[in-house]
């Protein structure tokens, strides 16, 4: 069974990284037609997909994130992280690692999601 667990700081001060990483265990980041994204969820707000790597490497990020956004993966590790730049108090948010067959949206495992707070 695929399980996914993220990881990192919980608190992050204004204009600053965040930085997340997400450990996948009872499967290969690399397996193919698999993608990997972050999706998070502001208090009070819906679900925000923020961006994906696939298993071949490729990176895709929503608009609404660009340019401050990037995602790496360490195949070593079976890792995958996101960083997000110059971050504010809005992006205070339950962030979720998910992944899936990508050709069927990515989103059949999903972590447990972690609390970000950005915040002085």
């Known amino acids: 069974q695929v399980q996914l667990q993220e990881s990192g700081p919980g608190l992050v001060k204004p204009s600053q990284t965040l930085s997340l990483t997400c450990t996948v265990s009872?499967?290969?980041?690399?397996?193919?037609?698999?993608?990997w994204s972050w999706i998070r969820q502001p208090p009070g707000k819906g679900l925000e997909w923020m961006g994906a790597?696939?298993?071949?490497?490729?990176?895709y990020y929503s608009p609404a994130f660009k340019p401050l956004i990037n995602i790496s993966s360490d195949t070593s590790r079976n890792q995958f992280t996101l960083h997000l730049n110059s971050v504010t108090p809005e992006d205070t948010a339950v962030y979720y690692c998910?992944?899936?067959?990508?050709?069927?949206?990515?989103?059949?495992?999903w972590g447990k999601g972690t609390l970000v707070t950005v915040s002085n």
């Open positions: 009872g499967g290969s980041i690399t397996a193919v037609n698999h993608g």
């Open positions: 998910v992944g899936g067959s990508w050709s069927q949206g990515g989103m059949d495992y």
């Open positions: 790597i696939r298993d071949t490497g490729e990176t």
